[in-house]
């Protein structure tokens, strides 16, 4: 297969014209959130306040780096669990390496001001990993509870104490 002179000079257009963030991560990131121990209920909220996902740990979500020009998007994430206290956490982001490495040998300019700025593409996010604690203090200031075995979280059943 022959290698034209018009496709060469396309390719180098392409890269010239792009931004190696865009090219390497794209403008979503999947994230992913874990939760210690398992199963708590997520809510991820965007900046503006909207709950944008429901779900349960462990979860991968596909999320939007970008909010506009030269804006990165923030989320926070909501973790519930029975038994344990609700935890509030940050998806942390960052800028892309590629958006300042990438665009310094390849991109130039263009990737610098114009295409991952507003694709969102020079940011990147982090995963989240939370450890949920134990409501048992709670629990014991307000008075005795009587519930199932099977009710009781794991990680309180060794302060169990037996009646007779």
Partial sequence: MKITRSF???MVCFFFVSGCATIINGSKNPIAINSNPD???ISIINKKGEVIHKGTTPATVTLKSGAGYFKGEDYKVIFKKEGYAP???QIQRKISGWYIGGNFLFG?????LIVD???GAMWTLSDLNM???PQSSHM????VHIIKLDDVPEALRSNLVKLN
């Fill in 8 to 10: 060469c000079i396309a």
């Fill in 39 to 41: 199963g708590a209920e």
């Fill in 87 to 89: 935890k509030e956490a």
């Fill in 108 to 112: 130039g300019l263009i990737g610098w």
């Fill in 117 to 119: 700025p507003i694709t």
């Fill in 131 to 133: 450890d949920l604690e």
């Fill in 140 to 143: 014991i200031k307000e008075g």
